[in-house]
């Protein structure tokens, strides 16, 4: 499997994490791929990160604002969300993209992870704000203590987007994240996480962004604008029990 990894993210110990890619196989159930070649990506996955992949938490993702903390939910029985937030050890949480940005948070101090599911409406909606404010209130995470990394994405290059979208975005005081070539629009959803994220006071040091475009690299990355029937690939991120640090 052909993984790439977090500088944000690596020096920690007592974590596992890893963006998936193309090469890694299709982790979603819901996009018209065989059921048992999924299933086997996931034992794949599951065996070369060291995780009980019965353990891990997907989501039903909905392009809403929705944050789940974990509670009783396991592979067979995902929420319906956009974001998860767990302390658990050994319990990793899974956030599958196809160009919208797989956010993953760790609060070092508090020993708290996260995971979010970024496109245009999770940009829209500010989910970001909404995951680190539950960190907060249900961990007592401070956001200067929160990492951040955003895996592989669309990038402006290729977000084209309607006029409506503008002026959607116009009205939430989002126009700084538009670009205009040719009298057409172009979305830069990672510039407005960006700047949702050091607003809400995660250091800037502490924020990683990859900025390869996924519709520019179908080769490595699905990409559902570039291909429409395709296959997801995933930001995983767990807390191991077998360290201390």
């Not at 708290?112 to 960190?135: C, D, L, S, T, Y």
């Not at 962004?209 to 991120?237: H, M, P, W």
């Amino acid at each position: 499997m052909k993984f790439y990894y977090s500088k944000k993210l690596a020096p920690f110990p007592n974590l596992t994490h890893a963006f998936t890619s193309r090469k890694s196989g299709n982790l979603a159930f819901h996009v018209g791929d065989n059921e048992s070649s999924v299933e086997k990506n996931h034992i794949l996955l599951a065996n070369t990160l060291e995780y009980d992949k019965e353990t891990l938490v997907h989501m039903k993702q909905i392009h809403s604002d929705l944050v789940c903390v974990v509670g009783d939910e396991n592979f067979a029985a995902p929420p319906t969300c956009d974001a998860l937030i767990t302390d658990r050890k050994n319990t990793p949480l899974m956030v599958m993209v196809a160009d919208c940005s797989a956010v993953l948070f760790y609060d070092n101090q508090q020993k708290v992870i996260a995971v979010a599911h970024a496109g245009r409406a999770g940009a829209f909606k500010n989910i970001v704000k909404i995951v680190i404010e539950k960190m907060s209130k249900e961990f007592g995470s401070n956001p200067k203590d929160i990492h951040v990394s955003i895996g592989a994405s669309i990038g402006v290059c290729c977000y084209e987007v309607g006029n409506e979208i503008y002026e959607e975005a116009k009205a939430l005081h989002l126009e700084y994240a538009m670009q205009k070539q040719d009298n057409k629009f172009y979305l830069d959803v990672n510039k407005i996480l960006k700047k949702q994220l050091i607003e809400c006071g995660i250091d800037e040091q502490n924020i990683e962004i990859f900025n390869e475009c996924t519709s520019c690299n179908t080769d490595k990355y699905f990409s559902y604008r570039a291909e429409k029937q395709t296959g997801r690939f995933a930001g995983v991120l767990m807390i191991k029990d077998n360290c201390n640090l």
